[in-house]
């Protein structure tokens, strides 16, 4: 599984409700947090405390996640 390169992935700081914290995708005039039911546009601006993650990591935060393996592919447009 490929994505352009210009999307790169973050991982947000863990919290109580999210231990593994929430996994980020941001292209260069959007950001967006993957939910349970998709991806949903976050603004702008990385969240303090996301750290960046290579996409094979994304990969593995939603293999542990339990989700499809084509889930960074349903990424929307910018």
């Given at each position: 599984?490929?994505?352009?390169?210009?999307?790169?992935?973050?991982?947000?700081?863990?919290?109580?409700?999210?231990?593994s914290g929430r996994l980020l995708a941001h292209q260069p005039?959007?950001?967006?947090?993957l939910a349970p039911d998709g991806w949903i546009h976050l603004?702008?601006?990385?969240?303090?405390?996301?750290?960046?993650?290579?996409?094979?990591?994304?990969?593995?935060?939603?293999?542990?996640?339990?989700?499809?393996?084509?889930?960074?592919?349903?990424?929307?447009?910018?």
């Amino acid at each position: 599984m490929t994505r352009p390169p210009q999307v790169r992935f973050l991982r947000s700081a863990p919290t109580m409700a999210y231990p593994s914290g929430r996994l980020l995708a941001h292209q260069p005039t959007t950001l967006h947090v993957l939910a349970p039911d998709g991806w949903i546009h976050l603004g702008h601006t990385p969240p303090a405390g996301a750290v960046w993650i290579t996409q094979e990591a994304a990969e593995q935060w939603c293999h542990d996640a339990g989700l499809p393996a084509d889930t960074l592919a349903t990424l929307p447009a910018p």
